[in-house]
């Protein structure tokens, strides 16, 4: 993981929960919720663990030395305690909330340096074992969590009739040929 792939993963990030809030907003309530046998049952429950998992991957990332104005950032955004806590009872609440933290994402990853890539991290895994991993390999995981769940997240909309389109990585990769 380098600076400029954590940016692009941010980039990414962001530009698929878009098109996934899109699909989904396009779906009735009952769809959104129908537990479709997936890992978290429903769509509207997936797409709740993304964001989770993003909320305390963040939090933990703010306890690196160099993370000050990520802490300040996300000092009214919640710490969950588990994996399914729900953080917003309606989609257009969840919506907020994931743009709330695609903007933080996206500012965080700009800030990045190598330095603090090949540094370690100490955090606290939700059993509450001490664990201390290289940061970059951290960062790396949690975009893989991300994509991870909303390619369950995109199945579970193609299931309920809705289309995402192209979900690849290199859709939003620039290109470097001239135009």
């Given at each position: 993981?380098?600076?400029d ?11 698929m ?7 989904a907003?396009?779906l009735?309530?009952?769809e959104l919720?129908r ?11 997936t797409l709740?663990?993304i964001a ?8 933990r990332?703010a306890?690196?030395?160099q993370?000050?104005a990520l802490?300040?950032a ?7 305690t ?5 953080l917003?009872d309606?989609l ?6 994931r743009?709330?933290?695609d903007?933080l994402?996206?500012?965080?990853a700009?800030?990045l340096?190598e330095a603090?890539l090949?540094?370690p ?7 509450g074992?001490?664990?201390?991993k ?5 960062v ?10 909303r390619?369950?997240?995109?199945t579970?909309?193609y299931q309920?009739?809705e ?17």
């Open positions: 993981m380098t600076p792939t954590a940016t692009l993963m941010a980039h990414y990030n962001h530009h929960n878009i098109r996934l809030y899109q699909a907003g396009r009735p309530t009952l919720h537990n479709r046998g997936a890992f978290f049952g429903s769509l509207f429950s709740n663990h989770v998992g993003d909320s305390v991957w963040l939090h990332f306890a690196h030395p993370a000050g802490r300040a996300l000092a009214e955004v919640p710490h969950p588990s994996l399914q806590q729900p917003a309606s257009p609440a969840l919506h907020r909330y743009e709330r933290l903007r994402i996206v500012d965080w700009d800030t340096t603090q090949t540094a991290l100490s955090y606290r895994n939700m059993a074992q001490p664990q201390c290289r940061f970059a390999h951290l790396q995981h949690f975009f893989n969590h991300q994509t991870h769940h390619g369950q997240a995109s579970l909309l309920a009739g289309d995402v389109g192209v979900t690849d990585l290199v859709a939003v990769v620039p290109d470097l040929l001239p135009s």
